[in-house]
């Protein structure tokens, strides 16, 4: 199967910058998609197809993907970007959906 | 407004059955690829089927395979779930898919708020 890992967490100071990475096996090669989960709530798309922006997201929320990571990044942290972030692919070799371990950002 | 809608959660012992649906609106149901994800308490998200609008393109984790069956008719989508295992407790999301390629590899871009599952004794 294929594994997308993802640090724990991630502690960042307000109006700092947040990285999120998602290891996996050539993910360079996946379109990658992004989820932003607050407390309690349902899963928000963030970042699609490795870079791309759905509307209403703030453009301090961007993506890059190369190799064998992804990367998540905020700019210009808030107190409201404290949520768990996920990254996942479609694997079409082994026709696998994953999603990443999940990375809990703190903001401090 | 784009709203899914899931229903049929509950308390049920192992090894019985649930079917689980959710209703779609504010967008043409018919044209996008669904999913089911679930979410264990504390833990993190686990895709569980995804079903194509012409019913072509199916699939299933591992986990499921065999037990989970998913289909849709014109407004819904379904998850009939059998021989349900302590380790289906969770909550089960309805996902839309974005479209851009109509294929598993979209994104998910809408996201009901799920209905729980709880298999237990």
């Known amino acids: 199967s294929y594994v997308l890992t993802q640090p724990p967490s991630v502690s960042v100071s307000p109006g700092k910058t947040a990285s999120i990475t998602c290891g996996g096996d050539?993910?360079?090669?996946?379109?990658v998609h992004w989820y932003q989960q607050r407390p309690g709530q349902a899963p928000v798309l963030v970042i699609f197809y490795d870079s791309d922006r759905p509307s209403g997201i703030p453009d301090r929320f961007s993506g890059s993907n190369s190799g064998n990571t992804a990367t998540l990044t905020i700019s210009r942290v808030e107190a409201g970007d404290e949520a768990d972030y996920y990254c996942?692919?479609?694997?079409?070799?082994?026709?696998?959906?994953?999603f990443g371990t999940g990375t809990k950002v703190t903001v401090l | 407004e784009v709203q899914l809608v899931e229903s049929g959660g509950g308390l049920v012992q192992p090894g019985r059955s649930l079917r689980l649906s959710c209703e779609a609106s504010g967008f043409i149901f018919n044209n996008f690829f669904m999913h089911w994800v679930r979410q264990a308490p504390g833990k993190g998200l686990e895709w569980v089927s995804g079903?194509?609008?012409?019913?072509?393109s199916i699939g299933y984790a591992d986990s499921v395979k065999g037990r989970f069956t998913i289909s849709r008719d014109m407004k819904a989508l379904h998850l009939q779930m059998n021989s349900l295992r302590p380790e289906d407790t969770a909550l089960y999301y309805c996902?839309?898919?974005?479209?851009?390629?109509?294929?598993?590899?979209?994104?998910?871009?809408?996201w009901g708020q799920g209905t729980t599952v709880i298999v237990s004794s």
């Open positions: 996902v839309k898919g974005e479209g851009r390629f109509d294929d598993m590899s979209d994104a998910m871009d809408v």
């Open positions: 050539n993910i360079g090669s996946e379109n």
């Open positions: 079903l194509s609008w012409n019913r072509r």
């Open positions: 996942q692919v479609w694997n079409a070799s082994t026709a696998h959906l994953v």
